[in-house]
C-alpha cells in the first residue's frame, strides 16, 4: 500500500495479495474472504530481543506513527471479530499499522 524505498518487492508482494483476495472472495461467494495487513505489533515474535532492545524499537516505531502507538495483538483481534461479525464486508482488506490510510 505504502512502499518503501528498499522494499519494492514487498510491496509488489502486498499488492498482489490483495488481488488475489478480491479473486478468492468471488470464487468462494458465498463464504467471505477478507485480508487483515497488521504492522508493527507488540508479539512474542520480538521476545528474542533484549528487553531495551526491544522497547527502544517500539519507541522509535511509535514516534514514527500517527497513531503515536505500536499495535498490539488485542488490536488485530478487534478487526478479526469485526470481519466475523459483518457479513457485509466482503474481498476487503484492512491495514491496521498506525497510520493513515
Request: a positive charge; hydrophobic letters at 45%; zero cysteines.
Amino acid at each position: 500500500m505504502r512502499p518503501r524505498k528498499g522494499a519494492a518487492i514487498q510491496g509488489r508482494i502486498n499488492a498482489s495479495l490483495e488481488g488475489l483476495t478480491r479473486g478468492l472472495a468471488l470464487e468462494f461467494a458465498p463464504v467471505r474472504v477478507n485480508r487483515l495487513s497488521p504492522g508493527l505489533a507488540a508479539t512474542q515474535l520480538y521476545d528474542g530481543l533484549a528487553d531495551d532492545t526491544r522497547r527502544d524499537m517500539f519507541v522509535s516505531a511509535a514516534r514514527g506513527l500517527p497513531a503515536g502507538l505500536v499495535g498490539a495483538p488485542e488490536h488485530i483481534a478487534v478487526q478479526i471479530m469485526a470481519f466475523l461479525a459483518n457479513p457485509y464486508i466482503m474481498g476487503g482488506t484492512v491495514y491496521i499499522d498506525g497510520t493513515i490510510a
